[in-house]
């Protein structure tokens, strides 16, 4: 039981460059996050998808696009990186947004925009 | 100002002690508060839930919510170095299950 994974670990790009980050969970759950993490400002939300076929828009999802592939994935794409983009970002997941869901995180893919 | 406020510390204590970490914040429509631990490099693992007012405990850990204050602290009794980590406070309303808004964390140093 692998729980929530995320690849790649770590990636440089170039600023106007592309990329996709990838998440997957095991657990059979049907919601599935986006954040980001910065020094000093916490996790923030970018997306999130409450089920497969649906994804909404959370704090700061301005730069970003996502793709709810199938229950499993979910995937967030940068289609013009940016400096502002360089962050830490976790993928986690839950089980179906009840009041007492917890959300289970990936170990983070640390992302440098140049 | 943000909603949820949180020391960032660092914080650096000897092994045994009682830590407190604390976090404050505005939004009167939290009620559920969490607590997640994150080891360096590694992503967020919940360590406490807590629902309203009032103070729950597990093992050396406790949890404690003052919601006519906007106050919530996590008590770490025995302090081990293993306890070193970064810890995050998060919350959220009744009506946003999927929303959590989080503090920014406070580091921890728990030196042998």
């Known amino acids: 039981n692998a729980g929530v994974t995320q690849t790649p670990k770590f990636q440089v790009l170039k600023t106007g460059q592309s990329m996709t980050l990838q998440c997957a969970q095991d657990?059979?759950?049907?919601?599935m996050y986006w954040y980001r993490q910065d020094p000093g400002m916490g996790l923030r939300l970018i997306y999130y998808s409450a089920s497969e076929g649906t994804t909404d828009k959370g704090e700061v999802p301005n730069g970003y696009n996502v793709s709810r592939l199938n229950k499993r994935e979910f995937s967030l794409r940068l289609e013009s990186a940016a400096p502002s983009q360089t962050s830490v970002y976790f993928c986690a997941s839950s089980t179906d947004g009840s009041q007492r869901e917890t959300q289970y995180f990936g170990p983070g893919t640390r992302l440098l925009v140049l | 100002q943000k909603e949820v406020e949180q020391d960032p510390g660092p914080l650096s204590v000897p092994e045994g002690a009682i830590v407190s970490l604390n976090c404050t914040y505005s939004?009167?429509?939290?009620?559920?508060f969490m607590w997640y631990r994150q080891y360096s490099r590694k992503g967020p693992e919940l360590l406490m839930y807590t629902y309203s007012s009032g103070n729950k405990e597990d093992g050396r850990f406790t949890a404690q919510v003052d919601k006519s204050s906007k106050y919530i602290s996590l008590f770490i009794r025995d302090s081990q170095p293993s306890d070193s980590a970064t810890y995050l406070c998060a919350m959220r309303s009744s009506g946003s299950a999927r929303q959590l808004t989080f503090g920014s964390g406070t580091q921890l140093t728990v030196l042998p």
């Open positions: 939004n009167s429509a939290f009620q559920y």
């Open positions: 657990m059979n759950h049907n919601s």
